[in-house]
T-cell receptor, first 115, second 112 residues
Framework: AQSVTQLGSHVSVSEGALVLLRCNYS??????LFWYVQYPNQGLQLLLK??????LVKGINGFEAEFKKSETSFHLTKPSAHMSDAAEYFC?????????????FGPGTRLSVLP | ETGVTQSPTHLIKTRGQQVTLRCSSQ?????VSWYQQALGQGPQFIFQ???????GRGNFPPRFSGLQFPNYSSELNVNALELDDSALYLC???????????FGQGTRLTVV
């Protein structure tokens, strides 16, 4: 069975500072990995995804993540935080298509951006 | 805009009642999944439908049931509502691969 842990339920950064949100996973087979963002009272918006191609994945709004198999990690980074980045971020794992298609989400990390 | 629409956006029900939530999939998507997101938590997988058949289910009791229609739209039904069913319910549609899934905006259910 797959699982996801996100270290830090709440992360605060100053505007312009580096954003680092941590995600570690466990999976019985090489997984697909995703980062989603959720703004208050809204659904989930895909930031980026890893589906066994390049290990460094670039997403929307300047975010990127690197798949590290040896560390079972998929941390999300952004070089310079913007006030509009304040939101809840979820890391999710899924098995490749021939095994099943549902997501297993982590508990989320709330990002606050201070002026 | 993902093309996945859910209705209603909010509703309030009384404990013991039944509720139906609806999801209209993105055009060309034959797979729909439903998730429950309790306040302050990540979404939890309820079940998935592929071409009108349930083909995966999470750890939810049978009073959570669903349907998928020939046009691939979907319903989530919850019977005998409990206070703990209060949550944001999300549906996701995909063309058969999770890598191309899109989420709707969700339905906020409050059980009182």
């Amino acid at each position: 069975a797959q699982s996801v842990t996100q270290l830090g339920s709440h992360v605060s950064v100053s505007e312009g500072a580096l954003v680092l949100l941590r995600c570690n996973y466990s999976s019985s087979v090489p997984p697909y990995l995703f980062w989603y963002v959720q703004y208050p009272n809204q659904g989930l918006q895909l930031l980026l995804k890893y589906t066994s191609a390049a290990t460094l994945v670039k997403g929307i709004n300047g975010f990127e993540a690197e798949f590290k198999k040896s560390e079972t990690s998929f941390h999300l980074t952004k070089p310079s935080a913007h006030m509009s980045d304040a939101a809840e971020y979820f890391c999710a794992v899924s098995l490749p298509d021939n095994y099943g298609q549902n997501f297993v989400f982590g508990p989320g990390t709330r990002l606050s951006v201070l002026p | 805009e993902t093309g996945v629409t859910q209705s209603p956006t909010h509703l309030i029900k009384t404990r013991g009642q039944q509720v139906t939530l609806r999801c209209s999939s993105q055009s060309g998507h034959n797979t729909v999944s439903w998730y429950q997101q309790a306040l302050g938590q990540g979404p939890q997988f309820i079940f998935q439908y592929y071409r009108e058949e349930e083909n995966g289910r999470g750890n939810f009791p049978p009073r959570f049931s669903g349907l998928q229609f020939p046009n691939y739209s979907s319903e989530l039904n919850v019977n005998a509502l409990e206070l703990d069913d209060s949550a944001l319910y999300l549906c996701a549609s995909s063309p058969g691969t999770v890598a191309e899934a899109f989420f709707g905006q969700g339905t906020r259910l409050t059980v009182v």
